[in-house]
Structure formats: structure tokens, C-alpha cells
């Protein structure tokens, strides 16, 4: 899903960064993810903070299927995810 609309950034993409043990500004920094209108900000750290590298990164590969269903359902329930979108999505 894409998070950061601004740069085509998604939840993905930050929660492999996340897992590689940056933090939350280091990504930002990298990806350049909410540095323009900021909406994604909260969302993004939700991911940040859901991936943080606290397991090796070779474990990590045995979870790709599970991990980002864990990530949709986190960033559904921030306040960045628009519900009236999703409503029309389903």
C-alpha cells in the first residue's frame, strides 16, 4: 500500500528499511518520506515502529507472507488511513 502519496513511497518499502535497523529519521532521510505535505507522517512511523529491526534480517525472510497483513491492519486503524476510501474500496 502506498503510504507517502507525495513520493510514491509504500509500506513496504519503509518496513524494509525499518528492518534493516534504521530508525524512523534515517528513513525519512533515505526514502525522503514525509518531508512534503507530512499527511503520511503518522502512518509511516506506525510502520517504523512496527518493523523495528529487533530480529535479524535473515528471519525476516521466512515472514513476508505474514508481515504485511500485520502492516495493512496497523495503518487501517492510524488516523492517516481515510476511511470513506476504503469504504469505496471494498
Known amino acids: 500500500m502506498i503510504v507517502c ?15 534493516a535497523g534504521m530508525s524512523f529519521d534515517e ?3 533515505e ?3 514525509a518531508t512534503q505535505c507530512g499527511c503520511c ?17 535473515a ?3 521466512n515472514e513476508v ?3 504485511p497483513v500485520q502492516l ?9 488511513w481515510n476511511s470513506s476510501l ?3 474500496a471494498a
Open 5 to 19: 502519496v507525495c513520493r510514491r513511497i509504500s509500506d513496504r518499502d519503509i518496513a524494509r528499511h525499518a528492518r
Open 27 to 29: 528513513i525519512q532521510f
Open 31 to 33: 526514502l525522503g518520506v
Open 41 to 57: 507522517e503518522s502512518c509511516a512511523r506506525d510502520v517504523v515502529a512496527q518493523c523495528s529491526a529487533t530480529r535479524p534480517v
Open 59 to 61: 528471519a525476516l525472510h
Open 65 to 67: 507472507t505474514a508481515q
Open 72 to 80: 495493512a491492519n496497523s495503518i487501517r486503524e492510524s488516523k492517516a
Open 86 to 88: 476504503h469504504s469505496q
